[in-house]
């Protein structure tokens, strides 16, 4: 079997199995006596070993076989949850993690798993004292009680071909198998049942059959009887390696059994009796109306699909302004009609398309609780973590982006944040130290929050590393405010660490926390309340691709600047301008905002005219304010936002460019390198 095919499919399960198993561990940790948990854990272990094994990944499949070893011992309650259980367990999901990281890369997923998967059997030897034999057999006789029950029935020519079989040396074996519940596509998993068996040997009937099967018309279980040369236990190895199988039977058929059941047969017909059969189609109609409403019907998407579909979009969004403003011009009643019913049609699609696209950020919080209980051990603090909103969603874009950022925010929180056992206790606090990370949606952005009930920010300390590292002078130290002094702690390497650790203190967290943020559009805060805690606070656009914009006009050149942005509009007089410091300002609302003059910035040449009235825009960073003097508001529009390349990458608060209907391009103004 080509295994190429499924390989993404088995990352990216394998990846879901392996956080299912992190995040259960979790909660078994927290709650030792739920003992469904741990049947969770092994359902996801047991899945994973078989997927391992049906493609090749034998260091994968043998770590998850001496995890489920342990964890079969602790849900039989032969083994009591105890830290150290824990922490191997997850040093095995460590591992386990590994190799798939390594086979998505393009490798093997090979790894020395050797100190491992002796830690596991010391735990289990250590509990199991002797092996499991006993248990073995009564599971053997159980299997023979489950077979005997649902024998195959068979018709002369069946009993024929199997009495001869036997006779050639063949076995004949009933294998019934038992797919888990959760089990969404059947059918594959069928058809990789019946690849075993067409390996090992030849099927003779199968109930249901084959075409109930294909169709996925049967619950979760299926008995199959087959001839080969091969050993029972052999054949039950390689069906339970395949993923999803939860359980098998093989139960070895005697030429008497087939003999008595010939006779039985024969003597129900003579006396007329009539046989129910096993299935019928009332039965199947009823299992399928039962089961029809329950399905889930969802496909996996690769998201370069998805890229490309977006492109091919964001085209249509180009070629939908022109149509705008062709129509526009040639005033044609017909044509404007259909103009409007294409703009409202596109409109749906764009947001069906941008939904498509969105992921909820439980994608990278999940990864955070196991990193807290790490961090906590390593620094010896008492954590826990809280986590609000994972359901909001953001472009799957800005998720691959976030992750390595909000880990710095969260390290950050735990190290120079949460004090120490014994310093919480002298202050009337919490041994336990809490964090809580928050999402939500607010209007066309979604807000991050990170906050801790630690030390909070010491400004005194602050400021003397600032002047220390030459970052501020004196006299700017004297004139700063309270968030002028937490915005420091973004400085290119910055670190109020007293030494350096393998946690901080190196100075190159929280400078590129900002940067990756504005990257994205988006913008971070801090604040704090010494001795209470701190709050990380981060701003990111729902997408990145198509923005809302409001078209302004310098000289003869037009600009977009991003409407999430923008606080307001307004028209102001030449004398409302006033100089400050060598700066033009304007009172707006009792605040003092600075004036960016866009024809200085991007050095556009235009006719000297003294305006005596100028069109205004107020944008906003955080709680900066400034104001942008453009030469007239042309209006809203949705634009597809394009980036300018490599070579024009680094171009002065150009964050990218849009074609206009009228074929015109007009650059996307960057308003976070404008407001200072």
Do not use: W
């Not at 826990?384 to 994972?390: D, H, M, P, Q």
């Not at 004139?479 to 393998?502: C, I, P, R």
């Amino acid at each position: 079997m080509n295994n190429n095919e499924y390989l993404d499919v088995f990352i990216e399960e394998s990846q879901e199995h392996i956080q299912a198993i992190n995040d259960n561990v979790l909660r078994l940790e927290s709650d030792p006596a739920d003992l469904s948990v741990v049947g969770e854990v092994f359902r996801s272990a047991h899945t994973l070993k078989g997927m391992s094994a049906t493609m090749g990944y034998q260091d994968l499949a043998l770590l998850t076989h001496s995890m489920e070893n342990v964890l079969d011992l602790v849900r039989n309650n032969e083994m009591g949850v105890t830290s150290q259980v824990i922490d191997i367990i997850f040093e095995a999901v460590d591992a386990l993690e590994e190799m798939v990281i390594d086979i998505s890369q393009g490798g093997e997923g090979k790894k020395d798993i050797q100190d491992i998967a002796a830690n596991l059997e010391c735990i289990q030897q250590g509990n199991q004292g002797e092996d499991s034999s006993p248990l073995q057999e009564i599971a053997a006789v159980k299997d023979q009680d489950i077979l005997k029950q649902t024998e195959h029935s068979y018709d002369q020519f069946e009993s024929t071909v199997l009495v001869q079989s036997l006779e050639q040396n063949y076995n004949v074996f009933e294998i019934k198998v038992m797919l888990d519940n959760q089990t969404m596509l059947k059918a594959a998993r069928v058809f990789m049942v019946f690849e075993v068996f067409e390996g090992v040997g030849e099927v003779v009937k199968s109930s249901p059959p084959v075409e109930i099967l294909e169709n996925e018309d049967f619950e979760n279980e299926f008995i199959v009887t087959l001839l080969s040369q091969e050993e029972g236990e052999t054949i039950k190895a390689q069906i339970e390696s395949i993923s999803e199988v939860e359980e098998v039977h093989i139960h070895s058929v005697t030429k008497e059994e087939i003999t008595r059941q010939e006779d039985t047969v024969k003597s129900n017909e003579e006396n007329n009796k009539e046989k129910t059969p096993p299935f019928t189609n009332e039965g199947e109609n009823k299992k399928i109306e039962k089961s029809g409403g329950e399905v889930n019907k969802t496909i996996r998407v690769n998201i370069e699909r998805l890229d490309v579909l977006m492109n091919l979009f964001e085209e249509l969004v180009i070629d939908r302004g022109r149509l705008e403003q062709i129509s526009s011009e040639l005033n044609n009643h017909e044509l404007n009609e259909t103009v409007e019913h294409m703009s409202r049609i596109s409109g749906d699609l764009q947001e069906i398309i941008l939904t498509m696209r969105m992921m909820p950020v439980e994608q990278v919080f999940n990864r955070f609780p196991r990193m807290v209980r790490s961090l906590s051990k390593e620094l010896g603090k008492q954590l826990k973590l809280e986590v609000i909103g994972a359901e909001t969603e953001l472009d799957r874009t800005i998720i691959d982006e976030i992750g390595d950022p909000l880990v710095h925010l969260i390290r950050n929180s735990i190290d120079h944040g949460i004090e120490s056992p014994e310093v919480r206790r002298e202050a009337g606090k919490p041994e336990e130290g809490k964090i809580i990370l928050k999402a939500y949606h607010s209007g066309n952005n979604v807000f991050i929050e990170i906050e801790d009930d630690g030390a909070g920010i010491n400004k005194q300390k602050v400021l003397q590393k600032a002047l220390e590292n030459e970052v501020v002078t004196e006299e700017e130290a004297g004139k700063m405010s309270d968030q002028q002094v937490y915005n420091l702690l973004f400085a290119s390497g910055f670190s109020t660490a007293d030494e350096v650790t393998d946690v901080s203190g190196r100075g190159v967290g929280l400078d590129v926390v900002r940067n990756t943020f504005e990257t994205l559009g988006g913008s971070v805060t801090v604040d704090s309340i010494e001795g209470k805690g701190s709050i990380f606070s981060i701003q990111l656009p729902l997408t990145l691709s198509i923005i809302d914009v409001l078209l302004v006009e310098v000289g003869e050149e037009k600009y977009g600047l991003p409407l999430s942005s923008i606080v307001e509009t307004a028209i102001i007089n030449k004398e409302d301008i006033y100089n400050y410091h060598g700066q033009k300002v304007i009172d707006f609302r009792g605040k003092i905002v600075p004036l960016v003059f866009l024809s200085s910035i991007f050095d556009i040449s235009k006719e000297k005219l003294e305006n005596q009235i100028h069109s205004l825009v107020i944008v906003k960073k955080g709680e900066k304010l400034a104001g942008l003097i453009v030469d007239s508001l042309i209006g809203q529009h949705d634009v597809v936002l394009k980036s300018l390349g490599n070579y024009l990458s680094n171009v002065f608060a150009i964050s990218g460019a849009t074609i206009l209907g009228d074929g015109q391009v007009a650059l996307i103004v960057d308003t976070n390198a404008l407001v200072k």
